[in-house]
């Protein structure tokens, strides 16, 4: 019987996190957006939980679609923007089209350079460079995210992703080039 956005969007989460009951979630985001009126942020607020459950139901299209919609707003702040790319990624990720979800992680930092999906766009792109056997980029990614988000909690990950991958890298060298010496 609540009528306050923050409240029914709270509910909705809860129901779209617990995945239990996709139709009492879809009930309760469309609470949630009948109360968000015309108002851009919390627009993008209910359509990412809409996309999100769109995601746990496997529907990546329609996934895609909300998700594009409030990536390209440039209306609605840079978080949202980013977080919205980020999911693109993932559904790509998840569906193993890694070229595809390269390329929407690429897209995150040029909606917000220095945002908090960045991180985790770098460490993706890296995963999905690595499914693909390029390990070069797969470095580049991993080694930029050290670089410029040393403090996040991907750096450790990639880290750790650089030294599985670095002993084949520097083999790999040594066989091609067998007079260098390391």
């Known amino acids: 019987?609540?009528?306050?956005?923050?409240?029914?969007?709270?509910?909705?989460?809860?129901?779209?996190?617990?995945?239990?009951?996709?139709?009492?979630?879809?009930?309760?985001?469309?609470?949630?957006?009948?109360?968000?009126?015309?108002n851009l942020f919390n627009l993008a607020l209910v359509n990412l939980l809409e996309a999100e459950l769109a995601i746990r139901k496997t529907s990546f299209d329609d996934a895609r679609k909300l998700l594009r919609e409030i990536a390209k707003n440039e209306l609605i702040e840079k978080d949202l923007r980013g977080r919205a790319q980020w999911l693109t990624g993932e559904t790509y990720f998840l569906q193993q089209q890694y070229s595809n979800a390269i390329l929407a992680y690429r897209e995150v930092e040029v909606i917000d350079a220095a945002g908090p999906w960045v991180a985790a766009s770098l460490i993706q792109a890296g995963k999905s460079f690595e499914q693909l056997g390029h390990k070069r980029e797969a470095l580049i990614c991993y080694t930029n995210l050290i670089n410029r988000f040393n403090d996040s909690s991907y750096a450790s990950a990639a880290s750790k992703r650089v030294a599985a991958i670095s002993p084949q890298q520097s083999t790999e060298s040594k066989e091609a080039n067998p007079s260098i010496k390391r």
């Open 1 to 38: 019987g609540e009528t306050d956005f923050a409240t029914l969007l709270r509910c909705a989460e809860a129901e779209t996190s617990s995945g239990t009951d996709p139709e009492k979630a879809l009930q309760r985001i469309d609470a949630a957006k009948s109360v968000a009126g015309q």
